[in-house]
């Protein structure tokens, strides 16, 4: 997505690194072939659209093999899992320095869930762990550098990390993320990308907003009003992405709202993997590859929980639809808080 050459020094302006702050099935994949970053004049991302932290997030959470909470990760073991994040965030630290150097604006996206801090996420499984926070906490290059962490941030990243980028948050309604992550996660799984002891400690840890609001509270608090997006507007509202464009500096000219589909099994095997095993892409973005532009009815649009409920049961069994309800309903209060504050909303 652009070249990217090595940093110097570079008077940046305001809001030159954009963060897009996400939650899986949140149409993030298609927001970003809508802005069509390639085509961007004036902005680069790496080749995925950002996902930096990706490995820490397999190596902690999806690792194909038997469950383990972080309490039962050695010390050194959990000392791995920092410097894998610490890994993560000097690429990033790099790539968007490079970038600006250049006097391009840096745009990429993250689910929200990866950027917290292991310790923290185990606390919130209710799970027992005796390492600290600050263990898994990154380390910032510049000696000089101080690196703090307020109530609210409860990441790997410190403030001040935090505070150089435009926090931008893509939310989608519950209803129809949490389902089509579980159905994700069923084929992530029988790609052995998941195991089985995996899948409740995952999806209680994926099927919620707390995350996302939790970080969006504490850029409110110590930083500035970040900007909202929900994926009804990616779907089907294109003044509001022209709009984003506008606020960001990104070029609404460049929007592309219909395309190519990818050719058949050209993203289906990975190459690390036997020659028949899909690629975490092939699967998280098999409806994005298999269309030829924005699919209108995604949206949720007079979607009612108890309706999609009798869906979940015919297609998950009673068990699975009633956590899935039940996960619904407990991240609606977060949607709804989140949601209030689109970048589009009306004056009252």
């Known amino acids: ?32 072939k809508i802005l069509a970053i390639d085509d961007q004049p004036n902005t680069l991302s790496n080749d995925i659209g950002g996902y930096y932290f990706r490995p820490a997030f397999l190596k902690s959470r999806m690792t194909g093999n038997t469950y383990r909470p972080i309490g039962d990760l050695r010390r050194e073991e959990a000392q791995d899992l920092q ?10 630290e790099h790539d968007s320095n490079a970038a600006i150097e250049q006097g391009k604006h840096f745009l990429v996206k993250e689910h929200a869930l990866w950027l917290f801090n292991p310790a923290k996420i185990s606390d919130v499984l209710g799970e027992q762990n005796t390492h600290p926070q600050s263990l898994f906490r990154v380390q910032q290059n510049s000696s000089s550098s101080t690196s703090t962490w307020s109530s609210k941030n409860q990441t790997v990243l410190p403030d001040e990390a935090l505070r150089k980028w435009r926090l931008v948050f893509l939310i989608r309604h519950p209803a129809l993320a949490f389902p089509s992550y579980y159905r994700a996660m069923l084929e992530l799984h029988e790609e052995g990308y998941l195991h089985e002891s995996e899948f409740q400690p995952h999806l209680q840890a994926n099927m919620t907003l707390q995350w996302t609001r939790t970080l969006y509270d504490w850029s409110c608090e110590l930083f500035s009003e970040p900007l909202m997006l929900d994926a009804d507007d990616v779907i089907s509202n294109p003044a509001a992405i022209a709009e984003f464009c506008e606020t960001t500096g990104l070029d609404s000219s460049q929007l592309k709202f219909a395309w190519n589909s990818a050719p058949k099994g050209g993203e289906a095997k990975s190459s690390s993997e036997s020659e028949t095993k899909k690629s975490l892409g092939a699967v998280m973005e098999k409806t994005l590859l298999d269309s030829s532009g924005v699919l209108k009815g995604k949206s949720s649009d007079g979607i009612d929980i108890a309706t999609e409920s009798i869906k979940w049961k015919r297609d998950f069994g009673q068990e699975m639809s009633e956590a899935l309800e039940q996960s619904v309903k407990d991240a609606m209060c977060d949607y709804e808080y989140l949601r209030a504050r689109k970048l589009d909303r009306k004056s009252t």
């Open 1 to 32: 997505m652009g070249s990217i050459q090595s940093p110097h020094a570079h008077v940046e302006r305001p809001s030159q690194r954009l963060f897009l702050v996400t939650y899986p099935r949140t149409a993030s994949n298609l927001l970003l």
């Open 83 to 92: 410097h894998i994040f610490q890994e993560c965030f000097e690429k990033l």
